[in-house]
């Protein structure tokens, strides 16, 4: 059990000085209405009737009790789903940023590795060699197998009875028929086919045209700004021309991770920004010649690769040859394109590049066909 004591003194009319166990404080008004503070900042104001023990009391200010004693479970709850909201979206946040970095560098390596992709090899002589689906002027394997149907055809009781034999009989001429126009198309998709091989490989350059219009070799180059002109005099020997676009394909800026998980954005190094972009040509380039020898029986490629530079004396971007190179088949494939570096691989055939580590690339000549 505490003890305490209260003395209360009077100062002026009206206003008491309050002292106790608790603290100090101070009440003014009259009878009927007064006012109290303390020195913990809290104050009452009490209205009363006279003589009817009627009164009225209002308290503010001071401290109060933690309003957290006071919250209900489903307020609580709710703190806790907005920690966890938030501690979600930071992890969000952070994985979005680490796949952004993840793309960017895994473009930079699609870029210096592009000559790792090839086209599968069309073997020219094996196709002109195929045997035919089937002997001109003889029923097809789909036909023969829709005339067979026919040939077994016996109508069932329930047939007989609604009169549905002669329905079900056309049904059965008419997949003969339908069978028939397929293997007519396949014989004719082989004829075609072999005719082009001969062709091809009697070094008809209309044929070579034809083939690359259909094949379309380098199609998904079409993603790193590169267009292709492609020329040919003579069977054995094409010349290329490739629009390379370093501008649009090399980036500028490089994005990294920091200790926080946030994304940095910062120049590139010159340097490295050349260096990428002579990586580019030269594994475009042979990326080139890898799908070009896959696809027709050539025996050496001649490429150009052409990038637009600025004219100072004329103060236009003009097209400029950055890189001619005479590719070999036998030399091309003794490269292992996993391990090469494709930049240096261009001194094992004959070649004009001028290229600086912090200016890059220079124009050059064309090697002459």
Known sequence: MGFGFRKSFKIAPGVRLNVSSRGVGASVGVKGLRYSVNSKGQSRTTVSLPGTGLSYTSASGGSSRSRGNYRTASYQRQL???RLQ?????????????????LFENKLEMIKSIHKECDDFVDWQDIKNTEPPFLKGNPGPLEQQALQELQNYRPGLM?????????RVEELRKKVLEARKKDEEEFQEWSSLTETATKVLHG????YFEVIKEFAPLDDLSEFGSGFEFFLEEPHTMEVEFDVQTKKVVPTEMKTLTSTGKV????????????????YVCSCTLRIARDMFALLPLDRIIIHALDSQLNTSTGHHEKIVVL???IDRTTLNRLNFETIDCSDSMVNFEHKMNFRKTKGFAPVDRIQV
């Open 80 to 82: 806790e789903l907005n």
């Open 86 to 102: 938030k501690e979600r979206e930071k992890l969000q946040e952070l994985q979005r940023n680490r796949l952004e970095v993840d």
């Open 159 to 167: 047939a007989r009875v609604f009169n549905q034999e002669e329905k």
């Open 204 to 207: 008809d350059l209309d044929t």
């Open 264 to 279: 940095s954005v910062r120049n590139m190094p010159i340097s490295k920004y050349y260096d990428i972009q002579q990586d």
């Open 324 to 326: 001619s190179v005479k």
